[in-house]
């Protein structure tokens, strides 16, 4: 079973010609509400690969809450390890896009930054039953690697997107704590204290993470591809071509794909090149956890 262990929020978008300025009041064209947080996008991106998926979560007692709960079970994932509490809103995320596909977004974590080790320890049956942990840094670190420490000494592998880049930096003392590790280039400069620029930068990078305990070290690139090393080797994955209108939840589908690869069996370069299709994939449709990809049409894209 693939695990996430992560944010749940409701996305508020507004669609106006152009972002307000401080004080000012503007009239948009639409709005959108749907599914958001980097935890459900990469539950949503595994489940609908077709791997068994379990999202262990918070939401808060209103609205927002029951929205996200019935949005997950019509993305077909069940609620069950999802802990409704009556004293914190549910996480948002509020933004704003212009004509131009720029945007403004100020997340609300709620629910998400409440959790605690007392939800690692009412969902510990699913923790141990976990082949593959997604974590990101929407909720507690602390929580996310007590759930690690459970999910590896049961045989599982935990897979951290180290996203979003947390202010305070990241301690690297992390990286021996988890198997995978995800990070983008500035995520990267976070951990190793170097921007990667190019696929050799990344290799560097990639092999201080390395040495500072992770298993293997995968570092993204966006649209210029990605860069990993393991114990095995390593190598540079080009990125596929695809016609992208929306790079939003593009990481999140290419992590939900990476879990679903490697709980299938993949070597790391395989479950790599699958997951870069699944990102590259999700640029070409708009909106975070609707843009996952199918797994016929991942195969399609692969070849
Ligand atoms: P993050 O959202 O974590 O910054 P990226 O933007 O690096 O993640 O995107 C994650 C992955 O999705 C990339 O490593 C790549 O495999 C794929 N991807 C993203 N944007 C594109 C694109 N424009 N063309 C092809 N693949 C892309």
Redesign the pocket.
């Known amino acids: 079973t693939i695990t996430v262990f992560g944010s749940i929020n409701i996305d508020l978008t507004t669609y106006a010609t152009r972002l307000p300025r401080p004080g000012e009041t503007l009239h948009g064209d639409r709005y959108a509400i749907g599914l958001g947080g980097k935890g459900c996008n990469q539950a949503v991106a595994a489940a609908r690969l077709g791997a068994q998926t379990r999202l262990v979560g918070r939401v808060g007692e209103d609205t927002f809450g029951q929205r996200a709960l019935a949005d997950l079970s019509g993305a077909g994932l069940s609620t069950g390890d999802i802990r409704t509490d009556a004293g914190v809103e549910t996480g948002i995320a509020v933004i704003g896009v212009d004509a131009e596909a720029q945007n403004c977004i100020t997340v609300v974590g709620g629910a998400n930054m409440a959790i605690d080790v007392s939800d690692v320890e009412r969902a510990r049956d699913v923790f141990e039953a976990t082949s593959v942990l997604l974590l990101q840094l929407e909720i507690p670190l602390e929580a996310g690697l007590a759930a690690a420490d459970i999910v590896r000494a049961h045989g599982g592998r935990v897979i951290l ?1 180290p ?1 979003p880049a947390p202010d305070g930096g990241l301690p690297p003392e992390i990286l021996a704590r988890v198997d995978v590790v ?1 990070p ?4 990267t400069e976070l951990l190793v204290g170097l921007r990667p620029r190019t696929p050799e930068d990344a290799a560097r990078a990639a092999a201080m993470m390395r040495a500072a305990g992770v298993h293997a070290a995968v570092v ?4 210029a ?2 860069c990993y090393q393991d114990a095995d080797g390593g190598g540079f ?1 080009p ?4 016609e ?1 209108i929306d ?1 939003v ?6 992590n939900g794909g990476l879990a679903y690869a490697l709980n299938d069996g993949a070597s790391m370069g395989d479950a790599i090149r699958f ?2 299709a ?3 994939l ?2 070409t449709k708009a909106g975070a956890s609707s843009s996952a990809p199918t797994l016929p049409e991942v195969r399609a894209l692969m070849g």
Do not use: Q, R
């Open positions: 997107d996203a995800t983008n280039e500035t995520e993204k690139l966006g649209a591809g990605v994955i990125p596929f071509e695809v992208s790079t939840a593009a990481g999140d589908c290419f997951a870069a699944c990102g590259a999700s640029t």
